[in-house]
Structure formats: C-alpha cells, structure tokens
Nanobody, 130 residues
Framework: QVQLVESGGGSVQAGMSLKLSCALS?????????MAWFRQVPGKQREGVAA???????AYADSVKGRFTISKDNAKNTLYLEMDSLKPEDTAMYYC???????????????????????WGQGTQVTVSS
C-alpha cells in the first residue's frame, strides 16, 4: 500500500519561496505512472497544480506556470514542488498524489477531476500573506 507524507508548508509573505516535499513509502516512485500536487481551499474543489509522469514529462496549471516547478528524486523516493514568487491566492492545503490509474494524457491530471483511485497524503498548509 502506497503511503505519502508531505512536508515543507508554512506561512510566508508574497514574493517569497517554499519547497514542498512528499515522501513515498510502500512502493517505488519511479514505478508510479504519474505523481502530482493538488491544492484545496475550504469550500472549493481540489485542483491540480502540477504533475510529472514516469518519463519526466510535466504539466502545470496556468495559474502557476513559470513560478512552480515539480520534480522527483527516484533515489530518495521523494516528490518535490518548488514554489517561487508566491501570491496570496496560492494559499491552500497542498496534497501530494500518486495518480491511479495511468492517465491518458498528463494534462488530464491538471484540468480534470481528481481520480477517486489516487493515493493521497495528509496535506501541508501553505499560507501567503500580502
């Protein structure tokens, strides 16, 4: 059973940076077809932020393109999200996911609804003040 544990959230001022980490256990991150970061604010649906597939192809939500970078370290079995130039609207709970099943296209992870079969972490809060 895949388990995911996020870390790295916090409270920062606008314009600053944060780096989120997601440690995977119970499996190998290199064998996951797709890993992704989602975020959610109270009263809204969980939305895809960034995704990376097993070939290293990435996809980003338009709202974070050019500011966020997703990456993974297969040796450390860890997924990352580097967030630069943070804005107050980036405030949310951020969740790591091992996407299941393999998406037809990586963009679907961002623009579609989260799969009910995803493995999820417990989330890490990011708060950006102006």
């Amino acid at each position: 059973q895949v388990q995911l544990v996020e870390s790295g959230g916090g409270s920062v001022q606008a314009g600053m940076s944060l780096k989120l980490s997601c440690a995977l256990s119970g499996g190998s991150i290199s064998q996951q077809p797709c890993m992704a970061w989602f975020r959610q604010v109270p009263g809204k649906q969980r939305e895809g932020v960034a995704a990376i597939d097993s070939d290293g192809k990435t996809a980003y939500a338009d709202s974070v393109k050019g500011r966020f970078t997703i990456s993974k370290d297969n040796a450390k079995n860890t997924l990352y999200l580097e967030m630069d130039s943070l804005k107050p609207e980036d405030t949310a709970m951020y969740y790591c996911a091992a996407v299941q099943p393999r998406p037809l296209h990586i963009d679907v992870v961002i623009i579609g609804r989260p799969s009910p079969h995803n493995y999820w972490g417990q989330g890490t809060q990011v708060t950006v003040s102006s």
